[in-house]
Nanobody, 125 residues
């Protein structure tokens, strides 16, 4: 399974971006998926996750109400719509997938078996 993240860029505070993560090698519907981010000098942190069927979504407190995760299994693609971006949202955003993702494990990077290469989001003030 391979993941390819894209959609990052340089934006101003208050702007929006939509990240995409394309899954190849196996159907995306086989995997729960998530987004993590890593700012310079900081550890990778959980942003959002979505279960296989798209029925359940999860968000970190710092993006709740601003970011929306979704997936289109027919296109083998997961999305992260990011609105009202803040400078503290700056970082490299990684998509991840795991076949056995459960609610208690979604926020822990080590529980994901597959990772994309990351896409850089820079928000200027």
């Amino acid at each position: 399974v391979q993941l390819q993240a894209s959609g990052g860029g340089l934006v101003q505070a208050g702007d929006s971006l939509r990240l995409s993560c394309v899954v190849s090698g196996r159907p995306a519907s086989s995997y729960g998926m998530g987004w993590f981010r890593q700012a310079p000098g900081k550890e990778r942190e959980f942003v959002s996750a979505i279960k296989k069927s798209s029925g359940n979504t999860y968000y970190s407190d710092f993006v709740k109400g601003r970011f929306t995760i979704s997936r289109d299994n027919a296109k083998n693609t997961m999305y992260l719509q990011m609105n009202s971006l803040k400078p503290e949202d700056t970082g490299v955003y990684f998509c991840a997938a795991d076949q056995w993702l459960i609610q208690s494990s979604i926020r822990i990077p080590d529980n994901y078996d597959y990772w994309g290469q990351g896409t850089l989001v820079t928000v200027s003030s």
